[in-house]
């Protein structure tokens, strides 16, 4: 069984400081770790995903996350806030399924509101 | 190439009714997913699609189904709709079963009333 939890479903910061959004995760095997990034009346667009190589990921648009083992937790940063990263973000993770395939269980969500 | 495509855009029907979503993955792509969205539940995983064949099913119940045709297109069909079926549908495509990255189309937003 796989379960994600992030912490906050809004998270409101100003135009250059650092992006903090909180994710934990459950696993019953090693997990698989994404983030996602969904703008208005968008699909949803991958940022970054861990996939058991290094635990600091680097995403597009200088997002990263680091993989915890010991906290369970994959939390998303960017070091300044562009306006243009308001929107919503989905921690997801993956472990093997019994088609063989890797399908997702995904967080709430939170939204970045990025100030002025 | 061209992103993942899904028609129509924007749906609204009528409870007791049934609908056919389409989605058209990216060019070379073999697995099809869908998912829901909806503000109570959230993104949740309904059913994944590889060479035709159904791999993986979420916990939806029978009214919803879906297939996936030779040149990887997939249809989700939904009979006796609900008001709780109203939803942003999201189809996703991705090379393989591994972990290929997946590309997510714009969704389908489905009003029942």
């Known amino acids: 069984a796989q379960s994600v939890t992030q912490l906050g479903s809004h998270v409101s910061v100003s135009e250059g400081a650092l992006v903090l959004l909180r994710c934990n995760y459950s696993?019953?095997?090693?997990?698989?770790l994404f983030w996602y990034v969904q703008y208005p009346n968008q699909g949803l667009q991958l940022l970054l995903k861990y996939t058991s190589a290094a635990t600091l990921v680097k995403g597009i648009n200088d997002f990263e996350a680091e993989f915890k083992k010991s906290e369970t937790s994959f939390h998303l940063t960017k070091p300044s806030a562009h306006m243009s990263d308001a929107a919503e973000y989905f921690c997801?993770?993956?472990?093997?399924?019994?088609?063989?395939?890797?399908?997702?269980?995904f967080g709430r969500g939170t939204s970045l509101i990025v100030h002025p | 190439k061209a992103g993942v495509t899904q028609t129509p855009r924007y749906l609204i029907k009528t409870r007791g009714q049934q609908v056919t979503l389409s989605c058209s993955p990216i060019s070379g792509h073999r697995s099809v997913s869908w998912y829901q969205q909806t503000p109570g539940q959230g993104l949740q995983f309904l059913f994944e699609?590889?060479?035709?064949?159904?791999?993986n099913k979420g916990n939806f119940p029978g009214r919803f189904s879906g297939r996936q045709f030779s040149n990887s297109r997939s249809e989700m069909n939904v009979s006796t709709l609900e008001l709780g079926d109203s939803a942003l549908y999201l189809c996703?495509?991705?090379?393989?079963?591994?972990?290929?990255?997946?590309?997510f189309g714009p969704g389908t937003r489905l009003t029942v009333l």
């Open positions: 996703a495509s991705s090379e393989g079963l591994s972990l290929d990255t997946q590309y």
């Open positions: 696993s019953s095997v090693p997990p698989y």
């Open positions: 997801a993770v993956s472990g093997a399924s019994s088609g063989g395939s890797y399908i997702p269980t």
């Open positions: 699609y590889f060479s035709e064949t159904q791999r």
